[in-house]
């Protein structure tokens, strides 16, 4: 089986930073396309970014465009989302979710267990 792990949440000032990663738990592992959402309290969950491989094309929503940028690591199997100029509306539970497949498997979807980013002074 293999599971994706996130981390690098955590609480930040207005206007900081924060790296998240998105890690397969397997070594082997084929990512297809790599996606993060978030949830803010009393909202619905909302898609925030995407990058698809092997093309690298990445989408954002206009709330992080010039702010966030997700990337990939393939040889590590790992998603990032690079988050800048944090804002208190940015606080939510962000989610990955990670398209692929482990050899000699089905394609299917892959979420991560969440993680909290909190911005506040």
């Known amino acids: 089986q293999v599971q994706f792990v996130e981390s690098g949440g955590g609480l930040v000032q207005p206007g900081g930073s924060l790296r998240l990663s998105c890690a397969a738990s397997?070594?082997?592992?084929?990512?297809?396309?790599g996606s993060w959402y978030r949830q803010a309290p009393g909202k619905e969950r909302e898609l925030v970014a995407t990058i698809t491989n092997p093309g690298g094309a990445t989408n954002y929503a206009d709330a992080v465009k010039g702010r966030f940028t997700i990337s990939r690591d393939n040889a590590k199997n790992t998603v990032y989302l690079q988050m800048n100029s944090l804002g208190p509306e940015d606080t939510a539970v962000y989610y990955c979710?990670?398209?692929?497949?482990?050899?000699?498997?089905?394609?299917?979807?892959?979420w991560g267990q969440g993680t909290q980013v909190t911005v506040s002074s």
């Open positions: 979710k990670v398209v692929g497949k482990v050899p000699f498997g089905g394609r299917r979807d892959y």
């Open positions: 397997r070594r082997s592992f084929s990512i297809d396309t």
